[in-house]
Each structure stands twice: as structure tokens, then as C-alpha cells.
């Protein structure tokens, strides 16, 4: 009997969690041996992060823990950071080890994307994990606290949303949902609390339907939200940002959701990289190695007029069954098929009660809207943990 083949799976999110599972369904018995890397025991929804963040959910309900979602006498786990890619030697390089595989498969997510800025990697807060929004969640109910007990600072109650696209409207509605609540725990008046979303931009949720966004835009002024649109961020500091029209507005709350590039470990490693994303072929796999899938946040996928797909979840997960049903093909000397995504619709959530999308072709608005919107999420939760997980962390 010849020795089994090594997948070695990089990343436990969308991707990787739903590559692990489709693998963990069809391979035969003893086919391969299927490690996953992450370097949290948990897998988190990162479409779920600007409730937690804003403080409107428990960041309990966006993670789930590994062990819940993959048979771990099928699927080996590893918990460790991964400091390298080494396609030449067919190596993964580990804070504490060395991975040898077969066939690798590449979903380790993205980096916030600066734009070079200076300042706001050091200054500016980021959704992008279950530790990023903890902090954040904390940080605003502190800004509430001191501004009780600071004189004259009305930069405590000054909250900047870098970035008017999907992440950053859905925050800022979440976040003007809760300033009622604030204002009330912490004997704050309302009307002194100031949130802003520049966009540089002519306008928010770019691509997005105008009769949409027009829409999205209503609600979130009448939330309270005022928005700086056509103007960039072009500097941060710790009392706050610099905009390309020359004002400097005071915060101590500036919250950064205006782009995600891949992650450095793929130039790193000597693929041919644009903002740290390969550019896969049909297959998903990274030019020059037929072993090595990239999907996610670091991949690139064209579509029919040469533009890339946006990294969303939908596509990603898409791209996860397809690399799975590859991979098999692939170890099994058969044909592999060419990734197509099938967009079903997108939809953004603006607070509680209110979203826009558009399902196929339909434009959907407000409650129905938003009930469309746990409806994707419950889909999700089903796809990776069955009922138990839609009862246990589906929002009704």
C-alpha cells in the first residue's frame, strides 16, 4: 500500500472550515491524511463582527469553537501560527514546526488594507477578529465613561468610520442603535454624540444599486450618522484624522473598515502577488503549482469581463466546495471542473430592523430586508453545524 497523501489546509474561516468539511464527507477511508491550521481553536463569522464591535451582540455568537465543526478523528487539527510557506520544499513553517504536504490549500484570510495612511495602523481600530471587536466594544463604552470624568472632551463622544463600504455602514448602524443605550447607562445627552463615515468616494456602498443606496443613506441620517463623502483620510493621530479637504476632526474612536489585501505570507512565499492576492487559475490553483489551491481573501478570480470578484463570503465558500470536489479530482487522476461562482444576491444590514439587497433580481428594503439578511446568516450556520448550531447561535 502506497503512503497516503498529506492536505494540509491553511486557515480555519469560511474556506477553510468548509474545504475541511467537504473532504471530511467524501475522502474514502485511509484515502488521505487532512491536517487544518489555524492558530485559534475557533472558527468565527466574520459577517457577524460589527455587532460585537458596536456592542448590539455577544461576540459569543459570531465564533464557534473547531472541535464543534470538524471530526477530529478525521481531520487532524493543529492550533499554531504559521510564520511560512515554502511551495518549493512542499513545507509549512509554524511558530513551533515544520507541515510537510502533498497538496496545500491556501485560506488564511486578509490584512486591513491602509492604503499606506500614515498613522492608522497605529492609531485606527479594525474589524477583523473576535480579539479586534472585543477591544473595540470596549474601548466605546470607555470613551462614554471618561468623557464623565474629563472636562470639556468632546472627542470621547466623536466616532470615525473610515470607509463607507459594506463593513462600514453596517457598523455605523449598529453602532447608532446603541448610543440610545450609552447615552442612558452613562448619563450622557445624545445630542452631543457625533458619529462620521468618510468615504473617499462619491458615495457610500460603492457599486451597489443607487435606488439602494439612496435608500441605505436615508436611514442611516435619520439614525443620526452624518457622512463625509469625495473626502480621504490623510493622516491619523492620536487626537484624531487629517481629510483631504484640509478639516481636522478630533476623535478618540476611529474605526477602520475602508479595504482588505491579502495576507503577506503568499508574496513572502514567492507567488507572483497585487496586494498580496494570486491571481488563481480556472481550478483555483496558484500559477506554476498544480498542488496548491488559493481561495478567499487571497485569491483573484475574473469574471467574465476580466474584473476581479469581490472577496465576499458567499463566493468564498463557493470557491471552498469547489477546491474540495478539485482536490479529489485531482488525487483521484480525474477531470477538474472550473470554478464558477453563482452570486445568489447580497444584502447589507443597517441596524436593527433595516438592510438593503438585492436577491437575484429582486431590490429588497427595511424589515423584509433584514429578515432576508439572518435568513443568509441561518443558511450559513446550517451549512457548517446542521440545526444544533442555527438553535444555538442563530440571531431570530
Not at 481600530?125 to 474601548?139: A, D, G
Not at 468632546?154 to 447608532?176: K, M, N, Q, S, Y
Not at 435608500?215 to 442611516?220: E, H, R
Request: net charge neutral; glycine share 10%.
Amino acid at each position: 500500500m502506497g503512503k497516503k497523501p498529506k492536505i494540509v489546509i491553511l486557515g480555519a474561516g469560511y474556506g477553510g472550515i468548509v474545504t475541511a468539511q467537504r473532504l471530511q464527507k467524501e475522502l474514502h477511508y485511509n484515502e488521505a491524511e487532512v491536517t487544518l491550521v489555524n492558530k485559534h481553536v475557533y472558527h468565527y463569522i466574520t459577517t457577524h463582527l460589527h455587532m460585537p464591535a458596536a456592542g448590539t451582540d455577544s461576540v459569543e455568537n459570531a465564533r464557534v469553537t473547531i472541535d464543534t465543526l470538524i471530526d477530529t478523528k478525521k481531520i487532524q487539527f493543529v492550533k499554531s501560527t504559521i510564520t511560512a510557506i515554502r511551495p518549493e520544499q512542499k513545507q509549512v513553517e509554524l511558530e513551533d514546526g515544520v507541515l510537510d504536504y502533498d497538496y496545500l490549500v491556501i485560506s488564511v484570510g486578509g490584512e486591513p488594507e491602509t492604503f499606506g495612511i500614515p498613522g492608522l495602523s497605529e492609531h485606527a481600530f479594525s474589524i477583523r477578529s473576535i480579539n479586534s471587536v472585543r477591544l473595540i466594544r470596549e474601548h466605546i463604552d470607555y470613551q462614554f465613561a471618561r468623557y464623565k470624568n474629563e472636562v470639556d472632551r468632546p472627542d470621547c463622544l466623536t466616532f470615525v468610520v473610515g470607509g463607507a463600504g459594506f463593513t462600514g455602514v453596517e457598523f455605523a448602524g449598529e453602532l447608532a442603535d446603541r448610543v440610545p443605550y450609552l447615552c442612558k447607562n452613562f448619563d450622557v445627552d445624545p445630542t452631543l454624540v457625533n458619529i462620521i463615515n468618510i468615504e473617499a468616494g462619491p458615495t457610500i456602498m460603492p457599486g451597489f444599486d443607487p435606488e439602494l443606496v439612496t435608500y441605505a443613506k436615508d436611514v442611516l441620517l435619520r439614525k443620526g450618522i452624518s457622512f463625509k463623502l469625495g473626502t480621504a483620510i490623510k493622516e491619523c493621530t492620536e487626537e484624531g484624522i487629517l481629510t483631504s479637504d484640509g478639516e481636522f476632526i478630533k476623535s478618540q474612536t476611529v474605526v477602520w473598515t475602508g479595504g482588505v489585501r491579502g495576507n503577506s505570507l503568499l508574496a513572502e512565499a514567492g507567488f507572483e502577488t497585487m496586494r498580496n492576492r494570486v491571481k488563481v487559475d480556472p481550478y483555483l490553483r496558484a500559477p506554476g503549482h498544480d498542488n496548491i489551491f488559493i481561495i478567499g481573501d487571497c485569491s483573484i478570480v475574473l469574471n467574465n469581463d476580466g474584473k476581479p470578484y469581490p472577496p465576499t463570503a458567499q463566493i468564498t465558500i463557493q470557491e471552498a466546495q469547489a477546491c474540495a470536489a478539485n482536490l479529489l479530482s485531482l488525487m483521484r487522476n480525474q477531470s477538474l471542473d472550473t470554478f464558477k461562482p453563482n452570486l445568489k444576491g447580497t444584502v447589507a444590514s443597517l441596524g436593527k430592523g433595516e438592510a438593503v439587497g438585492v436577491i437575484g433580481k429582486t431590490k429588497i428594503t427595511g424589515f423584509l430586508a433584514s429578515i432576508m439578511k439572518k435568513v443568509i446568516d441561518l443558511r450559513y450556520l446550517l451549512i457548517i453545524g446542521g440545526i444544533p448550531l442555527v438553535l444555538k447561535k442563530g440571531k431570530w
